[in-house]
């Protein structure tokens, strides 16, 4: 069992910035893939980018590309999503997962966090 914890969200304007933080417990973390997926009213949770066990490998959605940073520290158990030049769109839930290999389907995420609201207003 891998535990995960979000962090990080809140309300900001349109422009600004955010970073998320996912505390891991339970099973070795930097044994797992790490992706953050997001929810928005009435909407599918969609992937938003993941990143492999060591770091060397990252994957995002085109709709954050140039604007997130996927990133972890496996000796602190955490990884991170650095959020700039949000827009409204951004608003949603924002969950931590860790699975087997780095991909973009959900369904390959065997653990998930509770999500942490992102607001960004216009």
């Known amino acids: 069992q891998v535990q995960l914890v979000e962090s990080g969200g809140g309300l900001v304007q349109a422009g600004g910035s955010l970073r998320l933080s996912c505390a891991a417990s339970?099973?070795?973390?930097?044994?797992?893939?790490m992706g953050w997926f997001r929810q928005a009213p009435g909407k599918e949770r969609e992937f938003v980018a993941t990143?492999?066990?060591?770091?060397?490998?990252?994957l995002y959605a085109d709709s954050v590309k140039g604007r997130f940073t996927i990133s972890r520290d496996n000796a602190k158990n955490t990884g991170y999503l650095q959020m700039n030049s949000l827009k409204p769109e951004d608003t949603a839930v924002y969950y931590c997962?860790?699975?087997?290999?780095?991909?973009?389907?959900?369904?390959?995420?065997?653990?998930w966090g509770q999500g942490t609201q992102v607001t960004v207003s216009s």
């Open positions: 997962a860790v699975g087997r290999a780095p991909t973009l389907r959900r369904y390959d995420y065997n653990y």
């Open positions: 990143i492999n066990w060591s770091g060397g490998y990252t």
């Open positions: 339970g099973r070795t973390f930097s044994n797992y893939a």
